[in-house]
């Protein structure tokens, strides 16, 4: 029972696909994230509704450009969210949440403290 496992020419192709495959993934991350920043850096060249996208992608949130792009994709569209989003974006859009998050915990504590003063009366 102490055979050698060997490995086949079969596992040698899974191996090369699973490579490949990972490959194609990294390169499309890359070539989306170049991308994103390419279609709102040149305004001239864009479409109003990819303006308006780029427009949107520059709030505080990304309430604003889901919503356009889900109501403009209704009529065919084919405006993608990864298309005007950039990582500045992101960053901006995560700084946002998390400041309203820690306002609603003061908000949250101002008004816990506020009720127990009243119940100790």
Known sequence: MNKRYELSPRSD???FATGSI???IVGMTISTAAHAEYRCSTPGSLT???QR???LARQDTPDALIHYI???NTIDAGLYIDDYVGKADTERWELARQKTRLEQLRGATATGSANSTEKAK
């Open 13 to 15: 192709a899974a191996d």
């Open 22 to 24: 990972l490959a194609i």
């Open 48 to 50: 109003q509704r990819e």
């Open 53 to 55: 996208a780029c427009e």
């Open 70 to 72: 889900n109501r403009m």
